[in-house]
């Protein structure tokens, strides 16, 4: 092969990869390579990681998050944990404040019970009368709702509780927990509450009222409600 024909068979093998990188769509942000838009660019070496989720910490320094529930023969059982993300100690003594709302945020006629005995049956080794706590920052509390969703008053319609207005301390702020799918009460429009229990030592990044705390996952919504008492 004569030196011309290679010049020109190397040059019509350039122009095809040039009009083959010119066909893909190409981000040039960093390194200014063609990255194709079904598949990111990635490092032979690296793993990918999961993105941070940067979580609010309310502004009397705690923060609600709801657990998950557990559900044996018509009876319901939801934790809730406080968690203290602010950087002053947060004292409880007691029950939390609880109030049942309908979608647009109505108050439901429930009964709120202190202590779940009454309503599961028998005494659990996380419920009991209430005691002092002191959540230095980071640290963690949980209560606990109970429910059945027995109906057997065919007189009374059944209740269904999209909300929970919960109050740390009653007559304090309030936050707004949604749980998912609701509560279903049936008709005996009931609902025990724990008292506070602290939970061992598992702290998590604090941060000042109002500030967001990097690093931590996104709880359910929560919303900041007014005093509730």
């Given at each position: 092969?004569?030196?011309?024909?290679?010049?020109?068979?190397?040059?019509?093998?350039?122009?095809?990869?040039?009009?083959?990188?010119?066909?893909?769509?190409?981000?040039?942000?960093?390194?200014?390579?063609?990255?194709?838009?079904?598949?990111?660019?990635?490092?032979?070496?690296?793993?990918?990681?999961?993105?941070?989720?940067?979580?609010?910490?309310?502004?009397?320094?705690?923060?609600?998050?709801?657990?998950?529930?557990?559900?044996?023969?018509?009876?319901?059982?939801?934790?809730?944990?406080?968690?203290?993300?602010?950087?002053?100690?947060?004292?409880?003594?007691?029950?939390?404040?609880?109030?049942?709302?309908?979608?647009?945020?109505?108050?439901?006629?429930?009964?709120?019970?202190?202590?779940?005995?009454?309503?599961?049956?028998?005494?659990?080794?996380?419920?009991?009368?209430?005691?002092?706590?002191?959540?230095?920052?980071?640290?963690?509390?949980?209560?606990?709702?109970?429910?059945?969703?027995?109906?057997?008053?065919?007189?009374?319609?059944?209740?269904?509780?999209?909300?929970?207005?919960?109050?740390?301390?009653?007559?304090?702020?309030?936050?707004?927990?949604?749980?998912?799918?609701?509560?279903?009460?049936?008709?005996?429009?009931?609902?025990?509450?724990?008292?506070?229990?602290?939970?061992?030592d598992t702290p998590v990044?604090?941060?000042?009222?109002?500030?967001?705390?990097?690093?931590?996952?996104?709880?359910?919504?929560?919303?900041?409600?007014?005093?509730?008492?």
């Open positions: 092969m004569t030196g011309s024909r290679m010049r020109s068979l190397a040059a019509l093998v350039a122009l095809a990869a040039l009009l083959t990188g010119c066909a893909r769509p190409a981000t040039t942000a960093g390194s200014g390579l063609p990255v194709s838009r079904s598949e990111p660019a990635r490092s032979a070496s690296a793993r990918p990681t999961p993105s941070a989720t940067v979580v609010t910490c309310p502004p009397d320094g705690v923060r609600l998050e709801l657990g998950t529930g557990d559900a044996a023969m018509g009876l319901r059982v939801l934790g809730i944990t406080l968690v203290n993300c602010g950087t002053r100690a947060y004292r409880l003594d007691g029950y939390p404040g609880v109030r049942s709302l309908v979608e647009d945020r109505t108050a439901l006629r429930v009964r709120v019970l202190h202590g779940l005995e009454e309503i599961v049956g028998s005494a659990l080794p996380s419920d009991g009368p209430p005691e002092p706590v002191l959540l230095d920052p980071g640290r963690r509390a949980r209560t606990a709702v109970a429910w059945r969703n027995t109906y057997d008053d065919i007189r009374q319609p059944p209740v269904t509780v999209a909300s929970l207005e919960i109050a740390p301390r009653p007559g304090g702020p309030a936050q707004l927990l949604r749980p998912s799918g609701g509560l279903d009460l049936g008709s005996t429009g009931r609902l025990g509450v724990a008292a506070w229990r602290l939970l061992p990044p604090s941060a000042p009222a109002g500030r967001p705390v990097p690093g931590v996952s996104a709880p359910e919504p929560v919303e900041s409600a007014g005093p509730l008492l």
